[in-house]
């Protein structure tokens, strides 16, 4: 038997093995695995981008070149750096230029927003920076994003048609370090509910993202530029382990930080244990612009209006429970099919993860209606503006004047 693995096929606190990651983590990554890196740093490969151009040309180099990112990502250290991403880093200033302005604006209009693995006031958030900017300057939006080694790598890990979002994060100098974590999917769940999904599901949460930071100042080890830890995206169990202290303090003892550049770029797979640094600087306004790309593939068949079927079927929830026919397996499963059971996609401007690393999900605001009686006129009200903090940000909510 898998000795990460508990018998019913799902991972637990006890699958999770110190000694067995340990080993895994000592591994080295050798020059001649990725024969088109420049170098190869703390088992990091640095790309050189302006070096590269001739292979992100035409289909065959380009599929070379992806193939090597993609084996580095999901066999190898799981994290790789594109040393000069942004050639002309006009593109970057003239971006932060506009994320400055938007961070002033929405930190008059709220004082700040919550964050996932660092205390609200800690930095500063662009939630949704890809749209806003966009929005805000789309000549900018179009110089910042016609990047193709950016694109390629994006295409290396999900396939074509992936689908880009961003997120700004600016720390300022004694910005404390975030804890060791995985990302997004179950990098966002409790350890109850990860615990929950079986074993396959962890393996493929991975690939159904790609987390990526482009560098907006240059970033010394000082300032705090992430800390990672190559081939930590191979332990199996990794979702439940990264929360136990052993874990932690064994990534703390081995984790490396490598300085970047203003338009560097350093991409790695959701799966690699990782963390923010604390800007140690006394002067630098560290800020990077957090990629979170996703498959194409994450998406339902069909279009369902699960609102109105909540709004139909809770009445008849509540009668059957008033009733006392129905156990509340009867009642979990009937939700389940009728009421979104995922807190993301959200806007998270107005539905930030409060008492948690995700919002309140619809399913789970049911279930609480029907917990506490809530009659089904209060009912509404409440799913109602669950809904509206959910809805896309609207462009027509932007200052025209910036």
Sequence with gaps: MDRQMSPAGYFDSASCDIDAFEKLVACTLHRQEVPNA????????????????????????????MSEWAAVLKDLSGVLVLEGAYADTAQIDAATSVYDRIIAREKDASGGGADHFAAAGANDRVWNSLQKLCLEAPEVFAGYFANPAIDAVCEAWLGPNYQMTAQVNLVRPGGAAQQAHRDYHLGFQSSETSAAYPAHVHDLSAVLTLQGAVAHTDMPVESGPTKLLPFSQLYRPGYMACRLEAFRECFEKTCVQLPLRKGDAVFFNPALFHAAG????????????LLQVSSAFGRAMESVDRHAMCLALYPVLLKRMGEGGWTMDLVNAAVSACAEGYS??????????????APETQKQLFLKALGEGLAPEAFEIELRAQTERRRAWSAKKRDPQG
Aim: aromatic share 4%; glycine share 6%; charged share 30%.
């Design 38 to 65: 420049d170098r190869v740093e703390a088992n990091i490969p640095i790309y050189r981008i302006p070096d590269l151009a001739p292979l992100l040309e035409g289909r065959e180099n380009r599929r070379r070149l």
């Design 278 to 289: 604390a800007n140690r600087s006394s002067d630098i306004q560290r800020m990077v612009n």
């Design 344 to 357: 993301f996609p959200t806007n998270i401007d107005r539905d930030p993860p409060i008492g948690g690393l």
